[in-house]
């Protein structure tokens, strides 16, 4: 079972205590621009203040005037998300992600939920209204637009972020939509009520970090040479030696003249560790299907959560969850459903390298469980009921060659990524939340057996996230009885 660290302060200063590149994973969702303020204690003196004219260490301290302002330097204090301009803060957030990224390893990877918000204008403070999960939010009080905005323009946060994040050498990977079917409409009639919210998935940067093997060799950290394999597209079977004339061989596919073999490389490179296999979602989606997830005690609405199906399709980038509500002190709750997929995929199920802290990945195989290329479209329907795929549908062949299903993949072992050779198991992968609030990802992370460190400023959260986290060890730690019961049973009657 996984570690639990909950670490009390400010997240930039926690950061930088922590050793560098010791964490897989990070789930995050920072304070919003402009929306909550969540007290006195998350308020800090914010470092390499544009207006900061000395450079020299010294006690900053507020001048009469303005109290957030250091009247010996200018420098700015305040809590993040309370700055007076969007520029403010997304330079604190590049500060906080400088340090995220320190401390991830580079085949890590970082998930930020970000809100956005509209420019004030003439409509009260805030110029627009806010969200409906908002209670305990103070206005900043801002009656003129942010220069750059026009009146209630939307701010782009998210955007200006990932641009800024970038800038300073972030990869950004991947935008997902967070859907909330149970997004509270707003009185305001001249443009849709929002019920999304970005989050951005983020990598190290560039490079390719790790290299893994389709048939099973560990890993390795440098690029390795080719190993050749060839696909036969007309039976699916991957051939280990060059079938004759493989460049210039041709068949009827899919009702056109094309090559027949295609040449791979068993080695494929990783910018960032990702387990697609873990997050396969079913090949037809029932809607009207309530589907519940459980975690620490609670249930909750969301269609994300899926049984690993390895009929699946890839996981999507829009994900449909409602908003959480949690009867703790906590204002800003995020759903389970938005964290587990990341987890699941991101961080290695099977664990990391005791020693290198490389996950260990996954071995597949996969088999081509298609109808004939001749069959009728009844003799595939017939095929897919023999087959067991859903409603029988979503399999079949298209006309002109399209499929509707893809090849089965199956998990045969896991491997590590490294070269460490050790004899002892893996270790449970990290994942690592900044401002953990009441602990949803660490309740996701433990209960999918991962170790958890939670940063908060506030001590009322930690105790929130504390208890939440317990609840989930304990839960956690039933099922694994209940699972060695079952074992011991399989081999006692076995
Ligand atoms: C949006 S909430 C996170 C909610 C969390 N994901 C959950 O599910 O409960 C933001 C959290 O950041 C904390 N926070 C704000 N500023 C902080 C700072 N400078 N350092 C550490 N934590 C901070 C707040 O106390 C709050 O708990
Ligand atoms: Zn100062
Ligand atoms: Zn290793």
Redesign the pocket.
């Known amino acids: 079972m996984g570690d639990v660290r909950l670490l009390h ?4 200063d ?1 950061l930088r205590s922590l050793e560098a590149r010791s964490v897989h994973l990070v789930v ?5 621009y402009a929306m ?1 303020d ?2 006195d ?2 308020g ?1 003196w914010w470092p390499d203040h544009p207006d900061c004219w000395q450079p020299y260490p010294h006690e900053h301290r507020g001048s009469t005037s303005d109290p957030s302002r250091c009247m010996f330097c200018g420098a700015w204090y305040g ?3 309370q700055e007076p301009t969007p520029e403010l803060y997304v330079r604190h957030m590049v500060q ?1 992600f400088r340090e995220v990224k320190r401390v991830l390893r580079d085949d890590g990877s970082a998930w930020l939920n970000i809100g956005d918000t509209y420019a004030a204008g003439g409509r009260g403070p805030g110029g627009g209204r806010k969200q409906a999960s908002n209670r305990g939010s103070v206005s900043l009080g801002r009656r003129t637009a942010p220069s750059g905005t026009k009146p209630r323009d939307l701010l782009l946060i998210p955007s200006e972020v990932a641009y800024a994040l970038r800038e300073d050498g972030w990869g950004v990977w991947t935008d997902v939509v967070w859907h909330k079917p149970n997004g509270f409409p707003s009185s305001v009639k001249d443009r849709p009520s929002r019920n999304h919210e970005i989050i951005w998935h983020l990598t190290k940067g560039p490079k390719q970090r790790f290299w893994s093997h389709r048939f099973g060799q560990p890993g390795t950290r440098a690029r390795p040479k080719p190993d050749h394999y060839w696909l036969d597209l007309v039976t699916g079977r991957e051939l280990h030696v060059p079938p004759d004339g493989w460049e210039e061989v041709t068949a009827e596919i899919d009702g056109e003249i094309r090559k027949r073999y295609q040449r791979r490389n068993a080695w494929r490179g990783h910018h960032c560790y990702f387990d697609m296999e873990a997050v396969l979602q079913p090949l037809v989606t029932d809607e009207k299907r309530d589907r519940r997830i459980r975690y620490g005690g609670k249930s909750e609405k969301t269609s994300t959560f899926i049984p690993p199906n390895p009929n699946g399709k890839h996981i999507r980038s829009v994900l449909s969850c409602s908003c ?1 509500s ?1 009867k703790g002190a ?5 759903p389970a459903g938005i964290v587990e997929p990341w987890v699941k995929a991101c961080t290695s199920e099977r664990g990391v390298c005791a020693n290198c802290g490389a996950p260990w990945t996954r071995v597949t195989r996969s088999c081509d469980p298609r109808p004939p290329r001749t069959s009728t479209a009844a003799e595939q329907a017939e095929w897919n009921r023999a087959q067991g795929f859903p409603g029988g549908t979503g399999c079949i062949r298209r006309p002109g060659g399209n499929v509707g299903t893809k090849r089965v993949t199956e998990t045969t072992g896991w491997v590590p990524s490294c070269g460490c050779h050790l004899p002892q198991g893996p270790d449970p992968a990290v994942v690592l ?9 660490g309740v996701v992370a433990i209960s999918l057996g991962r170790s958890f460190v939670g ?4 001590p009322e ?1 930690l105790a929130l ?1 504390e208890e939440r986290i317990a609840e989930a060890r304990e839960e956690q730690r039933q099922l694994s009885l209940f699972d060695r019961d079952r074992e011991e049973q399989v081999c006692q009657t076995g």
Do not use: E, K, Q
């Open positions: 302060g400010d997240a930039l926690v995050t969702s920072p304070p919003y909550r969540y007290g204690v998350t800090r809590a993040l998300g906080v959480a949690y906590h204002f800003a709750v995020m939340d900044p401002f953990c609030g009441s602990g949803t990802v940063i908060d400023a506030n959260y996230a």
